[in-house]
């Protein structure tokens, strides 16, 4: 099939081309560009951004120093520093938080924004702009966990294990972003499908929620009662946090068990929930093509 | 012939009924996300009650001011940050609010006062606040062990929060001052964002202080939120209330809740003055410059 | 019967200082502004929108403020109604000073401006809406709601009364601005271009409304700015001329046509009205003033007035001047005198230019 088509209209004057993947492409490009200016413009702005994400770890990092002698029993399997562990578990938690947020944030931006009346009428159509500030999230998340781990590294003499893994731990993570991704389809598709407009949503909110109790980023599940890890264990999120600590705290290989079985897991997260959350989504574009609701204005 | 207004005591109650009427609509529009918020406040809480159930003994030595129970410290700091935040943030972001919606120019022009203006635009957000702290306590209290101990003085507890409030508005007048006078109209402000990083690092919401390097300790004691804390945590749930916590404390014989309580009178009595002929320079200066609206 | 506004003098400039992000964050610049420096690259250009300006209006007149885009008529209302404040001069409204009674001046002023829906909350019904600016202003329930019913029925949005503002259309929402308006009486009431956007039958009705009600009924004084020259001439009791600034003329609509009695114009309908032709016919003798009003683009299809002292004698070389320049005439006419010819001959433009 050509990648690129020519619709005719019926009295054969004009032609209505369909984007080819370099338009496509150029497209992402261009507000993925658009997303990083914006950021950076403003110096201040920018500054305060990111001197944010470095206070954020601070806090977390005295809060982890305070507690941590009661946590270090239930911390053999990665190291036993709780600073660490917390440090990490937030670096990832950017990652996975951009996978699970940034599908619902970009549809919220492009509505309110009034972006998408322009889109949905270019060749690129409102694909090209999601996944641009999608692109951008991720850009975010990349810088947020550099300073994170540079500042633990550097400022908090956080170390990692011996062997640390790094292969392993980005495996983790990409496969973690895959599964989680496909929740955050279906989160943006609850943006027409449920009504939820006003920048949060019933689905985000709950694995957020689950996420931060649950999924191992603030204290290891070992300290939760059964149930607690039970529903954890339903989560992408926590296999992700674990193979990923476990590689570079403990200088886990690809050929240990656990990492084995949390890759597994991830694997088959990933073939639920994509599915799912394409389908959710894809219904949700057509729900609003009719109700005429892509546009904030009728 | 038609004759100029007049604004009465019962005309300004009830353009601030408005205020609060529109505010609490907008918040309930979307039914969900309503609903999301409050549950938000469950989870807020449920991450720092687990850690601190973990924590249990280890940390009671530290806490021995305040009770000496982690979770009962976490929670209520996490409700009196709500409600000084909110103070802190509200003039910004009224302000904020009637400039992005152009409603600035033409409340700007009606006759209600500036003083009612910035009240008005900003009381929304303090009955939010108040509801946020109703969940915060209900679920404390019911699910995570706030723990209000040995002799409560609910009293003596609202007094510092309700002076700190004072001073924390101050410090949101001059922020929000900043719109006008810088055009810091991004989301934030130089103030609110120096204050910010101060509460979160070194105000005592989730560790006390005594954690932290002494330098840090000394930078707590810049914003008056470290002084509500501190006295109103030991008014709820104190029990050693001579305990001297913060460095500011040894400077002076007196007990540590008067020096609590006397900074935050300080703070007020510079702040809210301050904060007020900075709000007001900004809008004269917005008028000069033409820029109380987006549009010239 | 005094004076319910007098201007003296009135001057407003504005500094564009380069490179300074505006609307957004707290840029760079921003820091170092804050801390009172200058730096060379921040070089100010100096805008006078508003130049000396001298104006007065009698109370329970219905004034109109003519002019194009531009001409500093918003500019002039919002430093009137303490929205902004003056460069120079002084400014009595109702007899308070602008600067220095602010407070008593926003007391008698009422203020109705252009452009969509800004100010309404789109989570508030229209009505709901209403109600709030009637809050703002004061009003017992009962005498709101009386006044936003009818305001309500002299827009014609009555129906529309328990939408929200998305949901309507944007027509509907500058009708909202004006309903915003009606339900409030002052001495003194501003419209800044209030039928703008809206359609002819609407409009109309509007203009009735504050012609026979809020003019001729309550005695309110009316300044209204406008460029539709249309409006001005049917509602106002006198109209001032503005352009860059200044006030090029004031007085009836009769006193300001008088200005150019001696003046024949001629009007053509013609295609491929281009600036070349327009300037050719201006380089005829005996051709005062030429303005060109395009109403197709692609074929540049429109209307081209002109002034002279004998139209008889310059129309043949006006028609051999369309033909050269490969242009079709449609109609041709003599017309009488308009405020826009006046604008014309003041000025050395159209209105819509």
Redesign the interface.
């Known amino acids: 099939m050509s990648a690129q088509r020519e619709l005719a209209s019926p009295t054969g004057k004009y032609e209505v081309k369909k984007a080819d993947w370099k338009t496509m492409l150029w497209a992402v490009w261009a507000n993925f560009k658009s997303a990083v200016l914006g950021w950076t413009?403003?110096?201040?702005?920018f500054v305060?951004n990111i001197?944010?994400m470095v206070?954020?770890i601070?806090?977390f990092y005295?809060?982890a120093?305070?507690?941590g002698?009661?946590?270090a029993p239930?911390l053999a399997k990665y190291g036993g520093n709780f600073a660490a562990y917390i440090v990490l578990g937030i670096a990832f938690n950017s990652y996975l938080g951009a996978s699970l947020n940034s599908f619902y944030n970009s549809y919220c931006n492009g509505y309110w924004g009034c972006s998408f009346e322009l889109y949905a009428t270019s060749p690129v159509g409102i694909k090209a702009y999601m996944a641009g500030v999608i692109l951008f999230d991720y850009f975010v998340a990349t810088i947020s966990v550099f300073l994170y781990i540079l500042f633990g590294v550097a400022v908090f003499n956080i170390s990692f294990g011996s062997g640390a893994n790094f292969g392993v731990a980005a495996l983790a993570m990409i496969a973690g972003m895959v599964a989680v991704g496909g929740i955050g389809l279906v989160a943006a598709s609850t943006f027409t499908l449920?009504?939820?407009?006003?920048?949060?949503?019933?689905v985000t909110?709950f694995v957020?929620?689950l996420t931060?109790?649950v999924s191992g980023v603030?204290?290891p599940l070992e300290?939760?009662p059964e149930w607690g890890r039970a529903i954890g264990y339903l989560l992408p999120q926590t296999y992700a946090y674990d193979a990923a600590r476990m590689a570079l705290l403990s200088g886990a290989t690809i050929t240990n068990p656990l990492i084995i079985s949390d890759l597994s897991e991830l694997f088959i997260s990933a073939l639920i929930t994509v599915p799912i959350g394409v389908f959710l989504f894809r219904r949700s574009l057509r729900k609003a093509e009719k109700d005429g609701t892509l546009s904030?204005?009728? | 012939m038609t004759e100029e207004l007049r604004m009465d005591r019962r005309a300004n109650l009830r353009a601030m009924w408005t205020f609060v009427k529109r505010d609490l609509k907008i918040w309930t529009y979307f039914k969900l996300n309503f609903l999301i918020d409050i549950a938000g406040i469950f989870s807020n809480i449920a991450i720092y009650a687990i850690i601190a159930m973990v924590a249990g003994k280890a940390v009671e030595s530290s806490l021995n001011p305040f009770g000496g129970d982690y979770a009962s410290y976490v929670i209520l700091g996490i409700i009196f940050n709500e409600i000084m935040s909110t103070s802190l943030s509200a003039p910004y972001w009224g302000t904020m609010d009637a400039f992005w919606t152009g409603r600035l120019e033409i409340l700007m022009i009606s006759p209600i006062s500036t003083p009612l203006f910035v009240t008005g635009t900003s009381i929304g957000r303090y009955v939010r606040s108040l509801i946020n702290v109703a969940f915060y306590l209900i679920f404390g209290a019911l699910l995570f062990g706030l723990k209000l101990g040995g002799t409560i003085n609910y009293g003596l507890a609202i007094l510092y929060i309700l002076v700190a409030t004072i001073a924390c508005t101050g410090l949101g007048l001059m922020g929000a001052s900043l719109i006008y006078l810088i055009e810091a109209r991004g989301g934030e402000d130089p103030i609110r964002w120096i204050v910010g990083i101060l509460v979160g690092l070194a105000s005592g919401v989730y560790y006390p202080l005594s954690i932290l390097p002494q330098w840090m300790q000394w930078l707590g004691c810049l914003i008056p939120q470290t002084y509500a804390l501190d006295a109103a945590r030991r008014s709820m749930i104190g029990e050693a209330i001579r305990a001297k916590t913060l460095p500011i404390h040894g400077l002076f014989s007196a007990s540590p809740m008067m020096v609590d309580m006397a900074a935050l009178i300080a703070f007020s009595l510079v702040t809210v003055p301050l904060g007020w002929w900075m709000y007001n320079q900004g809008v004269r200066r917005a008028k000069m410059d033409g820029r109380l609206s987006r549009w010239v | 019967m005094g004076y319910a506004i007098e201007v003296l003098d009135l001057t407003k400039k504005f500094r564009k200082v380069k490179r300074i992000p505006t609307d957004a964050g707290f840029g760079e610049a921003h820091w170092i502004m804050a801390l009172g420096l200058k730096l060379k690259f921040l070089k100010a250009e100096e805008m006078v929108a508003v130049d000396h300006v001298n104006l007065k209006v009698k109370e329970g007149e219905l004034f109109g403020l003519l002019g194009p885009n531009g001409a500093g008529k918003t500019t002039l209302i919002k430093c009137l109604s303490t929205l902004l404040i003056p460069d120079g001069g002084s400014a009595l409204i109702n007899g308070y000073d602008v600067l220095r009674e602010s407070d008593r001046v926003k007391r008698c002023i009422n203020l109705v401006g252009s452009g969509n829906w800004i100010g309404f909350d789109w989570a508030l019904t229209v009505r709901e809406n209403l109600e709030f600016f009637a809050n703002m202003y004061g009003l017992r329930s009962g005498v709101a709601k009386e006044r936003i019913d009818e305001a309500l029925k002299i827009v014609g949005l009555k129906e529309k009364e328990k939408e929200t503002p998305s949901k309507i259309s944007s027509g509907m929402r500058q009708k909202m601005i004006i309903a915003k308006g009606f339900i409030i009486r002052t001495p003194i009431f501003f419209m800044d271009e209030p039928t703008i956007g809206l359609d002819p039958v609407s409009a109309k009705d509007i203009r009735t409304y504050i012609k026979e009600k809020l003019s001729e009924e309550l005695g309110e004084t009316i300044v209204l700015t406008t460029h539709y020259m249309q409006e001005a001439e049917q509602l106002c009791d006198r109209i001032a001329i503005m352009d860059r600034g200044k006030i090029v003329a004031c007085g009836t609509t009769r006193e300001l046509k008088d200005m150019i009695v001696r003046q024949e114009v001629i009007e053509i309908e013609a295609i491929n009205i281009g600036t070349k032709l327009t300037n050719e016919i201006r380089r005829i003798d005996l051709v005062d003033n030429v303005a060109n009003h395009i109403d197709d683009e692609a074929t540049l299809t429109g209307t081209i007035r002109i002034h002279t002292k004998d139209a008889e004698l310059v129309l043949p070389a006006i028609l051999n001047s369309i033909e050269r320049n490969d242009g079709k005439v449609l109609h041709v006419a003599a017309s009488q005198p308009t405020l826009e010819d006046v604008f014309m001959k003041l000025t050395g433009k159209g209105l819509m230019e």
């Not at chain 1, 413009?41 to 702005?45: C, E, G, I, W």
Request: glycine letters at 4%.
């Open positions: 413009f403003f110096l201040a702005s305060m001197t944010g206070v954020n601070c806090i005295f809060l120093t305070f507690t002698s009661a946590m239930y449920l009504n939820a407009k006003q920048w949060s949503n019933p909110w957020n929620f931060g109790l603030y204290f300290v939760l904030r204005w009728s």
